[in-house]
């Protein structure tokens, strides 16, 4: 989820406005930056049960440490931090949130190297430790709580989260496991124009099932074996289709720009929107009609419209940068390695071009075909025809995915000597994906069900050992 922003009041009269705001997000080439966001489940370190926000245990105290010792400013809502930030040496922002379900989120800064990535990471990792530890929790690393019934998992006093809880109800049988269930890792891009924008769009949505089975670590549900790999995938395939999943204009083979993906967020139903810092329930309202019609004496504002386009939830997703949003949370090298890997791919046209290619002779239906045989079985899922002679698994697909990402981010490391996009050894932060296509094990999703099953089914310490 993303944290919020300063509201801006500008009346929307035009279209223009609602491209504008994309637009607003070019740059120039040697401008581009890579952002990494990732969450971890917080959990009492005595008996691995969830953590509540109150208490001496609690989600507000690892606020209160984390602002007390390390510079962070908090924000409140009521009386609650449910976010803090801060600057980096380059006055660059690094904000700390909360999920609805207590995962704790950080929003790094964008950098240009990986070895900038890392260093934040580590110093992220280090501060939270020690004050988790000080108050009794641990953060674990893994893209879904196997451990824990639904009701298990108390809410976050967050306003915005008892709006979206109440209509994802209405919408889906899986938001709420969503909502307090998962964690993620993601990569926030640059685009050079609007072309680029929809070709990385374009390529990041047809190629992300295949990230999806790299990155799957969570094949545990209520502390028996899910059916899924990525038990996280398989809790969007039903939160709401409105505003999740693949969609169809994303990937078609022309052109689509701005204003396409402005014509997708005003069809798609609203959350909320923010007068003076207060939510006001809208969901399941259209944005087109609130922008038409206005809403109890309140009209449609830019700042109604960024709100908005946060909660769209596709797989690859159009703010003033591109997120990618398909994989799992998991180990720290994977922290890492997710970055690294769309670096490399979206960065560089070749390789750009190379990935894309992949999957050139599938349909958008086999494409979607894809993802559900990534999410169930990861690495070893078949791969549907692609016009190959023989069948293809996804871990063929990846394999040449983490070589074509490496060939990129050479090639980035070398293009402009004033100032590279890469550092010269960046192609390291991709082995724990080669070590993942060459183990023992199907994929590392199936080793971490091994290791469940070596535990005797004991979930609790199996989660307490993907501790980060």
């Given at each position: ?23 607003a997000g070019i740059k120039a080439p040697e401008q581009r930056r890579v952002g990494m966001e990732h969450e971890k489940f917080m959990l009492r370190a005595h008996d691995a049960s969830a953590a509540p926000y109150e208490g001496e245990s609690g989600i507000g105290r690892l606020f209160e440490g ?110 709420h496991w969503m909502m307090k269930m998962t964690c993620t890792v993601q990569a926030n891009f640059d685009y050079t124009s609007e072309q680029d924008a929809a070709d990385m769009l374009r390529t990041a949505l047809w190629i992300s099932p295949i990230v999806s089975a790299l990155f799957a670590t ?186 074509i990402a490496a060939g990129g981010l050479d090639r980035l490391a070398l293009a402009d000597p004033a100032a590279p996009l890469a550092g010269p050894d960046e192609r390291r932060y991709l082995e724990p994906l080669r070590a993942a296509i060459e183990g023992p094990a199907a994929s590392p999703a ?23």
């Amino acid at each position: 989820m993303s944290r919020d922003q300063p509201e801006d009041a500008e009346l929307i009269t035009s279209m223009d406005q609602l491209t504008g705001y994309f637009r607003a997000g070019i740059k120039a080439p040697e401008q581009r930056r890579v952002g990494m966001e990732h969450e971890k489940f917080m959990l009492r370190a005595h008996d691995a049960s969830a953590a509540p926000y109150e208490g001496e245990s609690g989600i507000g105290r690892l606020f209160e440490g984390m602002c007390a010792r390390f510079g962070y400013e908090p924000a409140f809502d009521g009386d609650n931090i449910v976010a803090a930030v801060r600057e980096n040496d380059e006055g660059l922002p690094e904000a700390l949130t909360i999920e609805p379900g207590g995962q704790f989120e950080l929003s790094g800064a964008p950098v240009r190297w990986m070895r900038d990535s890392e260093i934040e990471l580590d110093r992220h990792l280090a501060e939270v430790r020690e004050i988790a530890q000080e108050i009794g929790l641990v953060g674990v690393g893994t893209g879904a709580n196997g451990l824990h019934d639904l009701d298990d998992v108390p809410w976050m006093p967050k306003s915005r989260y008892g709006i979206m809880r109440r209509y994802m109800s209405q919408v889906g049988t899986l938001g709420h496991w969503m909502m307090k269930m998962t964690c993620t890792v993601q990569a926030n891009f640059d685009y050079t124009s609007e072309q680029d924008a929809a070709d990385m769009l374009r390529t990041a949505l047809w190629i992300s099932p295949i990230v999806s089975a790299l990155f799957a670590t969570s094949p545990i549900r209520e502390r028996k074996p899910s059916g899924y790999m990525s038990t996280r995938c398989f809790f969007w395939t039903d939160t709401d289709k409105d505003r999740c999943g693949f969609p169809p204009f994303m990937q078609a083979e022309e052109d689509f720009g701005f204003e396409a993906y402005a014509n997708y967020a005003l069809d798609v139903p609203m959350y909320l929107m923010t007068r003076q810092g207060r939510y006001i329930d809208m969901a399941g309202h259209s944005f087109r009609r609130f922008l038409e019609d206005g809403h109890q004496g309140h009209s449609a504002t830019m700042g109604d419209f960024a709100l908005h386009l946060s909660t769209l939830f596709p797989e690859v997703r159009l703010k003033r940068y591109i997120e990618v949003r398909g994989a799992d949370c998991g180990p720290r090298g994977n922290l890492l390695a997710l970055p690294a890997l769309w670096k490399g791919l979206l960065y560089d046209l070749d390789a750009r071009r190379a990935a894309r290619d992949l999957l050139s002779g599938m349909t958008f239906e086999a494409r979607e075909r894809l993802f559900t045989h990534a999410i169930r079985w990861s690495l070893d899922g078949p791969v549907p025809d692609t016009g190959h002679k023989s069948p293809r698994t996804i871990r063929d697909l990846a394999s040449d995915l983490i070589d074509i990402a490496a060939g990129g981010l050479d090639r980035l490391a070398l293009a402009d000597p004033a100032a590279p996009l890469a550092g010269p050894d960046e192609r390291r932060y991709l082995e724990p994906l080669r070590a993942a296509i060459e183990g023992p094990a199907a994929s590392p999703a199936h080793a971490l069900l091994e290791r469940w099953k070596a535990l005797g089914g004991d979930t609790a310490a199996w989660m307490l050992e993907q501790a980060l």
